[in-house]
């Protein structure tokens, strides 16, 4: 089975730092797509990074040079570094994983899911 936990949210100011954390908890299974997703009251849900099977990594727009996604693979652990930090920013962030037999990483291919963790920008 996945498990998969984030941390690190919090509320700062606009123009700051965090950095989430998402543990995993993997048996049996090992997914080659690994992504950070954004919540929003009444907004969709959007994707903000991710790494496919290539090690490929693609940001949303609206986060280039601000956001930084790696991994650690010995540690089970995906990581989100966001820095200048913006109101719009602001949202519950929730990791994911699965498997895609593709160049990319398409929103199906996302089937394991944590449960988020707040981040809010003022």
């Known amino acids: 089975h996945v498990q998969l936990v984030e941390s690190g949210g919090g509320s700062v100011q606009a123009g700051g730092s965090l950095r989430l954390f998402c543990a995993a908890s993997?048996?049996?299974?090992?997914?080659?797509?690994l992504g950070w997703f954004r919540q929003a009251p009444g907004k969709e849900r959007v994707v903000v990074a991710f790494?496919?099977?290539?090690?490929?990594?693609s940001y949303v727009d609206s986060v280039k040079g601000r956001f930084t996604i790696s991994k650690d693979n010995a540690k089970n652990t995906l990581y989100l570094q966001m820095n200048s930090l913006k109101p719009e920013d602001t949202g519950m962030y929730v990791c994911?994983?699965?498997?895609?037999?593709?160049?990319?990483?398409?929103?199906?291919?996302?089937?394991?899911w944590g449960q988020g963790t707040q981040v809010t920008v003022s």
């Open positions: 790494i496919d099977s290539s090690g490929r990594i």
């Open positions: 993997v048996y049996t299974y090992s997914g080659n797509c």
């Open positions: 994911a994983t699965g498997r895609f037999n593709g160049r990319t990483c398409p929103a199906r291919a996302f089937v394991y």
